[in-house]
T-cell receptor, first 111, second 114 residues
């Protein structure tokens, strides 16, 4: 089944403790992206990747890192999480210029 | 950066009634335009998209949207609402100069009354 998977689905952590949210797709998509969803703000793009080793900033990249070492994986790294990064995170993938397929989301709480 | 405005964070319609969800974007040059739907506790799913060509775009589940350049709008409609249409709907646009960057509206929650 074609899908985008994210892990973990739920995470509660403390301020400053490094964490990684994984994202994997099995559709051979070149393009992958991370978004955060906050009430009243919709989705905001954090980072995106056009292909392996090619990444660029979205609208709200501060406090986040990404890497794209393999085509199927695009992990999101929070080196020192803060409470304002409490949010619902979505990974998405697509062929370039085509429909994006979204993962199920990761709900992150930073205390 | 683009901005996307969705009028009405909550819209309520009766089953069988017309659904109209509004979306306006900020640029005068047409970007790529999208409507996504999000059901509770799920990711987003594409309803329809406009890139070029015909300005009336048909999507899944009976939805359609019309791109109006003069009004910088891309409103979503469905002639007859079903209970299963209850969800949150997001309008999104691509960046004018970088089609890999996307901007989403704040979303409209659609409630369908029996």
């Amino acid at each position: 089944e074609a899908q985008v998977t994210q892990n973990p689905r739920y995470l509660i952590t403390v301020t400053g403790k490094k964490l990684t949210v994984t994202c994997s797709q099995n559709m051979n998509h070149e393009y992958m992206s991370w978004y955060r969803q906050d009430p009243g703000l919709g989705l905001r793009q954090i980072y995106y990747s056009m292909n392996v080793e090619v990444t660029d900033k979205g609208d709200v990249p501060e406090g986040y890192k990404v890497s794209r070492k393999e085509k199927r994986n695009f992990p999101l790294i929070l080196e020192s999480p803060s409470p304002n990064q409490t949010s619902l995170y979505f990974c998405a993938s697509s062929f370039v210029g085509d429909e994006q397929y979204f993962g199920p989301g990761t709900r992150l709480t930073v205390t | 950066a683009q901005s996307v405005t969705q009028l009405g964070s909550h819209v309520s319609v009766s089953e069988g009634a017309l659904v109209l969800l509004r979306c306006n974007y900020s640029s005068s040059v047409p970007p790529y335009l999208f409507w996504y739907v999000q059901y509770p506790n799920q990711g987003l799913q594409l309803l329809l998209k406009y890139t070029t060509g015909a300005t009336l775009v048909k999507g899944i589940n009976g939805f359609e949207a019309e791109f109006k350049k003069s009004e910088t709008s891309f409103h979503l409609t469905k002639p007859s609402a079903h209970m299963s249409d209850a969800a949150e709907y997001f309008c999104a646009v691509s960046d004018l100069y970088n089609f890999n960057k996307f901007y989403f509206g704040s979303g409209t929650k659609l409630n369908v009354k029996p």
